[in-house]
């Protein structure tokens, strides 16, 4: 359809055209701002919030701090750039990003503005209508997933006829509920070891109001059960309450059977109290000032069993559900929620020492030979091997930011060494000595080193027999992680048999004790070894169940950290590796020469540190210290040369490669598919880096392209 924009020019409170009611860009403002961190995340997803601010190195998108956006108060949405002098309200920032011109493409703005809101022109007018028909919106709620990815909408309207409600589903940008439903406060559900289902939003938010983790089915006691989405209740304790009438109880018996199958922790449903009228429930209990706590710990409940069904699903739901991926605890996929991590190596490898030092860095928040937490966990190591003085003596020693000292203090607890198995007893000593320093819900990773110390087979068998194996896992280690918090991570340092070449190549994750069982339960196991014992190098293997593989690393402490060492620089681990080295040393140069060029025939420049710090663990390039000594020996062969024009804040500027190209803002028709093609320009070098001493010098001619081929790797 057309629509006549004459109107609009650069007008921001005008209406659309009258053809097709829509919303005023005012409206879109205003919506805009109501969800202002999340269209700031999509516009500029380098971007981070500090002091009540967003801060993001340009409008491109670079990482830095030079363009601010005022989060609260009345300039809201305003941002200016102090480098460049730029600024203005939402519409310039979705422009600029965009890389539109807000006069020349204004329409063209508002209508991708409408499009991310997910409210098309059509979609406005039935929204107004219905607006008409039903009244005002008495109530909105948001389902997002676990991650606080806005799913779905709910409006609630009360025209004289009795309340009804409108569904929204983000993704397909109509008015009606998502072909799978998800469960309403699915961020809050993620950390709560208990949470109460009830009937409908406006219940649920009174109780999460109250500090109750509650949430609710889209559609409450109407909702389509086979079409909900229950798994973020699995491992749950979970407590129906349902509406004081018959609907209300059928619809908790139909959700208690249906729960049998999700495997959570437990199941009851809760008694109305006799004297209560109908029809009320939990935000009823709320408004009568009830001590909902109290209630809920005190008040007649019906248990249900759930040993009579298992977790199962049709294809056709697995195939509808779209619900993201959990967040990894450590990423990449290195430990899962719920996840299993064994850690093994022969005795005196290091793995104490490695493993001490990786769990500092997660609580602080801060990456560990490529392996990244979201953000600061909470960790209990059960420590079975190394005595107080000791263990005090080499926390003293781990060299990390004195600034972050604080989170690694507060953050992880440890264990001097314990003499006791992981029994019965065992498992209830170590819940108590986790609660007493931690909320259970919030606790990310429990850990146990060595297992061989803890290990209790009974009368099973040892730890290499994999039926006793598989019975301590089962009733200990599970049984400890779901008292605590189902969702946790657990780690578990083992021990290996001596591996040798042959079983190196063949299968090194065999050499578990009770490989059979360990592997068939957990979801990643590492390897640490030293392939040559003459050198204090290790190599680090991986099997990862639930993501793709991990290249090995090699690692090393050196002055105190431990760091990984470039694949190619290894290079007395074996003679024979001498060609393969080569050959991946090439790769990585072409790699990196090759997403240089075509990333700026999207747009994109780097300097050195973005680079290193976007493509770490990317297209095999390996971590920081790898990538950054591949650049620096291709800035100084001259396969890579500087642009510093455009880069102010950078020493040395953006990376430059032969025949580099950068879209402009002209674009031409491909006269025989008729497809609107961008028109590049050449991006030429205005410095080189010195062969001789390494200083930044400036190019004479940027035409001519000057290699230095005889520069030493």
Known sequence: MNYDWTNFNNAQTQDYPKEEESISVDEIKTRFLSRLREALNYLLPTGAIRSGKFYVGNIKGNKGDSLVVELSGTKAGQWHDFATGEGGDIIDLWAGVSGKDRRRDFPEIISAMHEWLGISHTTAKLEKEL????????GKWDYQDADGNLIACVYRYDPPGGKQFRPWDVKTRRNRAPEIRPLYNQPGI??????????????????????????????????????????????????????????????????????????IASLSILSIPNNKPVKWDAADAVLEGMDIPFFLASSTRSTITLTSAIPAYRVEHYLNDDSPIPSDIISPRVLTPGGLLVLGGAPKVGKSDLLTCWLAHMVAGIPFLGMMPPRPLKVFYLQ??????????????????????????????????????????????????????????EVDIIVIDPLRNVYDGGKAGGENDNSAMM??????????????????????????????????????????????????????????????ETRSVKQLMFELRNGSSIENKYVDKIDGRWRELDFES?????????????????????????????????????????????????ASL????????????????????????????????????EDMEMPTDKTDINPITGEVMPIFKRLLPTHFRSPSDGSLMPIEDPEIWIYHEGVCE
């Open 190 to 263: 993620k950390f709560a070891n208990s949470v109460v289902l009830v009937e409908g939003e406006k219940a649920a938010q009174a109780l999460i109001e109250k500090g109750i983790c509650a949430t609710t089915a889209m559609n409450g006691a109407n909702t389509p059960i086979d079409k909900t989405d229950w798994s973020s209740l699995t491992r749950k304790h979970v407590t129906i309450w349902p509406d004081n009438d018959d609907p209300g109880f059928k619809y908790a018996e139909a959700v208690a059977t249906r729960l049998k199958t999700q495997g």
């Open 131 to 138: 607006a008409e028909d039903l009244g005002p919106v008495t």
């Open 570 to 618: 290894e290079r007395l681990v074996n003679k024979d590796y001498g060609q393969k080295l080569d050959a991946e040393r090439r790769r990585k140069h072409d790699t990196i020469l090759e997403i240089i060029f075509q990333e700026a025939r999207k747009g994109t420049l780097y300097t050195g540190s973005m680079f290193t710090q976007v493509w770490e663990h990317k």
């Open 622 to 657: 390996g971590g920081k210290h790898s990538i950054r000594d591949r650049i620096e020996v291709l800035t100084s062969k001259g396969y890579i040369k500087f642009v510093k024009d455009g880069a102010a804040r950078s020493r040395n500027g953006f990376l430059c490669v």
């Open 471 to 532: 019975a301590f896992l089962q009733e200990r280690v599970e049984d400890l992680r779901n008292r605590i918090n189902p969702n946790a991570g657990i780690i578990l340092a083992h021990h290996t048999k001596k591996i040798n070449k042959k079983s190196l190549e063949e299968d090194p994750f065999q050499s578990f004790s009770g490989a059979g069982a360990l592997r068939s339960f957990y979801s990643t196991g590492i390897i640490m070894f030293k392939p040559d």
């Open 384 to 441: 079975a091997e190394i005595g107080y003085h000791y263990l005090r003596e080499r926390l003293r020693n781990i060299n990390i930011d004195p600034l972050l000292m604080p989170l690694v203090g507060r953050n992880l607890v440890i264990t001097p060494q314990v003499r006791m198995l992981l029994d019965e007893g065992g498992v209830e000593k170590v819940v108590n000595t986790i609660i007493h320093f931690f909320d259970p819900a």
